[in-house]
T-cell receptor, first 115, second 110 residues
Framework: DAGVIQSPRHEVTEMGQEVTLRCKLI?????LFWYRQTMMRGLELLIY????????DSGMPEDRFSAKMPNASFSTLKIQPSEPRDSAVYFC?????????????FGEGSRLTVL | AQRVTQPEKLLSVFKGAPVELKCNYS??????LFWYVQYSRQRLQLLLR??SRESIKGFTADLNKGETSFHLKKPFAQEEDSAMYYC????????????FGKGTMLLVSP
């Protein structure tokens, strides 16, 4: 297994544009997490899905952010419209909620720059 | 609400020196604590978890509920230990959402 796969790895866009980040889970995993990493705030949980259902979205900054899981192996995080303060590295992670280990498997991240 | 505090942004030591990366947490329940590590150009990955009481790559961490701490220790640092280290807390068993500290960069010089 190639692990959690994120795309794009780097995205540079202009303020006001729509950004879509993609994530493919590890096969067999049933939980999906989106984290945002910035220098000021570190790693923040944005949203958590279990069995395709959003369980905790309290970390989603505002209505400009939305996340979906159209199927069990894939998720998108959309920012519309994007703003410079959204510049960060966005990580996707997956796990199997049932092993009780608490281990998350992270992707390599998508570095977003909004000009 | 739970919180994880890593007071040092950067810890610089010489090879062979002891290392202690500090982590304090606040949570009213009974948490599970973890250390994650990110080596240069690699993914963030689990280093160790407190319930396993294991030593990984020479690192150990003991949960001290009285001091609400989970410091990461290694008696003799190696250059390959240079990385970003994150302490993380999980609220409940079987519920894997992790709250991370802001991380500490460990730099081990020859």
């Amino acid at each position: 297994d190639a692990g959690v796969i994120q795309s794009p790895r780097h995205e540079v866009t202009e303020m006001g544009q729509e950004v879509t980040l993609r994530c493919k889970l590890i096969s067999g995993h049933n939980s999906l997490f989106w984290y945002r990493q910035t220098m000021m705030r570190g790693l923040e949980l944005l949203i958590y899905f279990n069995n395709n259902v959003p369980i905790d979205d309290s970390g989603m900054p505002e209505d400009r952010f939305s996340a979906k899981m159209p199927n069990a192996s894939f998720s998108t995080l959309k920012i519309q419209p994007s703003e410079p303060r959204d510049s960060a590295v966005y990580f996707c992670a997956s796990s199997y909620e049932g092993t009780n280990t608490g281990e998350l498997f992270f992707g390599e991240g998508s570095r977003l720059t909004v000009l | 609400a739970q919180r994880v505090t890593q007071p040092e942004k950067l810890l610089s030591v010489f090879k062979g020196a002891p290392v202690e990366l500090k982590c304090n947490y606040s949570y009213s329940g009974s948490p599970e604590l973890f250390w994650y590590v990110q080596y240069s150009r690699q993914r963030l990955q689990l280093l160790l978890r407190h319930i396993s009481r294991e030593s990984i790559k020479g690192f150990t961490a003991d949960l001290n509920k009285g001091e609400t701490s989970f410091h990461l220790k290694k008696p003799f640092a190696q250059e390959e230990d240079s990385a970003m280290y994150y302490c993380a807390l999980s609220r409940n068993s079987g519920y894997s959402t992790l709250t991370f500290g802001k991380g500490t960069m460990l730099l081990v010089s020859p």
